[in-house]
Structures are given as C-alpha cells and as structure tokens.
T-cell receptor
Framework: AQSVTQLDSHVSVSEGTPVLLRCNYSSSYSPSLFWYVQHPNKGLQLLLKYTSAATLVKGINGFEAEFKKSETSFHLTKPSAHMSDAAEYFCVVSSSGGNTGKLIFGQGTTLQVKP | DTGVSQDPRHKITKRGQNVTFRCDPISEHNRLYWYRQTLGQGPEFLTYFQNEAQLEKSRLLSDRFSAERPKGSFSTLEIQRTEQGDSAMYLC??????????FGSGTRLTVV
C-alpha cells in the first residue's frame, strides 16, 4: 500500500530565504508523486508531479522537487520564499493498484513566511 | 469550461438532517472523485466514478453516504441523518485518465 509522511507539520522561514518541505513515501510500485498547495479558502492547486521521467521536477512559482528512490524521498524546495508562498502544502502519492488513480495525501505542512 | 464547480460553497445543517452536494467536473473528464478534508488533515479519498459507474468506495463512506453520477457528467453526494462528525470540507476532483486532477473549491459542511 502507498503512503506519504510529511516530516514537518509547520515550517517557518523568512522572506527571501530557501524553503525545504520534506516528504517520504512508501510504495509497492514505481510511484507517481505530487505536491499540492492550498491557500486559505482556496482549492487545491498542483505545484508539480513526478511520473517516472526526470528525477528533478520543476513546478510552478519557482518550486521544484527531487525524487530519490534510495531515500524514498520527494522533498519540495524553493530558492527564495515570497510572502505569497504562505499556505498549506501536501505531498501526495497516486495509488496505482487497480488503476484507480486515487490520491493519498500526507498530513500537510503549514509554511509560514515572515517579513 | 472554467474548471470543476461545486455547489454550495457552504452548508450549515442541523444534526439529523439530510444534505446533498453537487459537483460539475470538466466536461471531457471521464473520472470524478470525492474527497473529505477535516480540519488540520489532508484530504481523504471517499469514492470515484469512471463515467457513470461508481468503481470504488472507501470504508470511510458509511451507509449514510451515497454518491451518484447518473449521466456520467455531474455528480451528487448525499449524506443522510448528518452527525457532527460529518463536519468537513467535501472536495470534488475530475481527471481525464486518473493522472492530472483538477480540484474544485469544495463544499464546507458544518453540522450543528
């Protein structure tokens, strides 16, 4: 069975400093992995996805993530945080069993950006 | 087509009442999913449809919950005899083939 663990429930950074949100996954198959962002009172927005192509995945708004099979990790990074990045971030794995395509979400990491 | 639409955005209901939510997916997407998100948690899978067929239901979906997608287009999620534990955000998503979801903004249910 697939699962994801987000290692930090809350991350606080200063504006202009790097962001690192950590995620470990567990999967019986070659996984499809995603990062989603959720701003308050807004819908979930896809930041980036990994589907067994390049291990370094670039997403929107300057975010990127690196798939490391040996470490079963898929950490999200950004070189320089903006105030608008403050939101809830979810690491997600797609269930490949039975080809349902259902998503399994982590518990979420709240990113706080201080001025 | 402007994306996945959910109606209503907010619903307050008294315990024991029935509620129904609607989701209009992106028109060319044949897959439709329902998720539930409680405060401080990630969304959890409830059920999904391929066209009009409901192909999987989570154990979270008790007998009080029923979902339909009668013509393979919009979907409804009904909760009968609501309980306070049903208070959550109910999210709908659609996808053309199970990869590449578009989520709606959700329906926030409060049971008082």
């Amino acid at each position: 069975a697939q699962s994801v663990t987000q290692l930090d429930s809350h991350v606080s950074v200063s504006e202009g400093t790097p962001v690192l949100l950590r995620c470990n996954y567990s999967s019986s198959y070659s996984p499809s992995l995603f990062w989603y962002v959720q701003h308050p009172n807004k819908g979930l927005q896809l930041l980036l996805k990994y589907t067994s192509a390049a291990t370094l995945v670039k997403g929107i708004n300057g975010f990127e993530a690196e798939f490391k099979k040996s470490e079963t990790s898929f950490h999200l990074t950004k070189p320089s945080a903006h105030m608008s990045d403050a939101a809830e971030y979810f690491c997600v794995v797609s269930s490949s069993g039975g080809n349902t395509g259902k998503l399994i979400f982590g518990q979420g990491t709240t990113l706080q950006v201080k001025p | 087509d402007t994306g996945v639409s959910q109606d209503p955005r907010h619903k307050i209901t008294k315990r024991g009442q029935n509620v129904t939510f609607r989701c209009d997916p992106i028109s060319e997407h044949n897959r439709l999913y329902w998720y539930r998100q409680t405060l401080g948690q990630g969304p959890e899978f409830l059920t999904y449809f391929q066209n009009e067929a409901q192909l999987e239901k989570s154990r979270l979906l008790s007998d009080r919950f029923s979902a339909e997608r009668p013509k393979g287009s919009f979907s409804t999620l009904e909760i009968q005899r609501t309980e306070q534990g049903d208070s959550a955000m109910y999210l709908c998503a659609s996808s053309p083939e199970g990869i590449g979801y578009t989520f709606g903004s959700g329906t926030r249910l409060t049971v008082v």
